[in-house]
């Protein structure tokens, strides 16, 4: 992994253990996520026992897989 991929994941996983568990700080940590591997879409889910529901994503297009 390149030094500046591995540090910019250590600082997304800084900022979740300090303060990321409201909507605001969860829509920081997919962005965070999405600029550092450069994906086209990320999505944080909340899982239950009968479905997946999004809280938190980049971009304005839906997933290629839902």
């Given at each position: 992994?390149?030094p500046?991929?591995l540090k910019?994941?250590?600082?997304?996983?800084a900022?979740?253990?300090?303060n990321?568990?409201?909507?605001?700080?969860?829509k920081e940590?997919?962005?965070?996520?999405?600029?550092a591997?450069?994906y086209?879409w990320?999505a944080?889910?909340?899982?239950?026992?009968?479905e997946?529901?999004i809280?938190?994503?980049?971009?304005?297009?839906?997933?290629?897989?839902?």
């Amino acid at each position: 992994m390149k030094p500046a991929t591995l540090k910019q994941l250590q600082e997304i996983g800084a900022f979740v253990l300090a303060n990321g568990c409201d909507k605001r700080g969860m829509k920081e940590v997919v962005e965070r996520i999405q600029r550092a591997r450069k994906y086209r879409w990320v999505a944080m889910y909340r899982v239950t026992k009968k479905e997946f529901v999004i809280v938190a994503e980049t971009g304005i297009e839906p997933p290629a897989y839902p």
